[in-house]
């Protein structure tokens, strides 16, 4: 019976990540948005959406209002990457350089920022833990070392996209 229910949880984690490179994908299109501001309105909004089809994934509750408030507290523990965030959203204002610069860097940003928040709520999720139980002030650390890990993912994620959308694929 073991093996049945490590071999469930093992097939959760790996629909887990397919859900969290899918989300960053997105994330990285929202971070590329030229609009400031508006990049990061899309950008939450696929947070939100992750992190409803996570808890579906493992069963959890999920309550909007409630991932709203646990992804406040997130963007408050990584303060420093929520400035940067918040002030690349802004350079987009500047044309040219302002536009391209501000758009890459927003892109990367984003898409670790998702991938860092997907793997938290994973590992909560994958331990029956309410996103409500986290005190997101100690997760600072692992948060971090799961942004550093999804750094070089996201910017593979945007040379594809920029690639593909270069070539005029559709």
Do not use: C
Not at 16 to 23: L, S
Not at 27 to 54: F, N, R, T, W, Y
Not at 130 to 146: F, I, K, N
């Amino acid at each position: 019976m073991d093996t049945d229910l490590e071999k469930a949880l093992v097939e959760r984690d790996e629909l887990a990540d397919e859900i969290i490179r899918k989300h960053m994908k997105y994330a990285v299109m929202g971070g590329s948005i030229p609009a400031p501001v508006i990049d990061l309105a899309a950008v939450s909004a696929v947070h939100l959406a992750m992190l409803k089809e996570l808890a579906a994934n493992y069963g959890a509750t999920f309550d909007a209002r409630s991932a709203r408030a646990f992804m406040t507290s997130v963007s408050g523990a990584l303060a420093g990457l929520t400035a940067a965030r918040v002030a690349v959203s802004l350079m987009k204002i500047l044309p040219g350089v302002g536009w391209t610069t501000g758009s890459a860097a927003q892109a990367v940003i984003t898409g670790a920022t998702t991938f860092a928040l997907g793997r938290l709520v994973r590992r909560l999720f994958r331990e029956n833990r309410p996103l409500d139980e986290l005190a997101v002030s100690t997760a600072t650390e692992e948060l971090m070392s799961y942004f550093e890990d999804g750094k070089d993912s996201a910017a593979a994620i945007l040379k594809r996209l920029t690639a593909h959308f270069s070539r005029g694929d559709k």
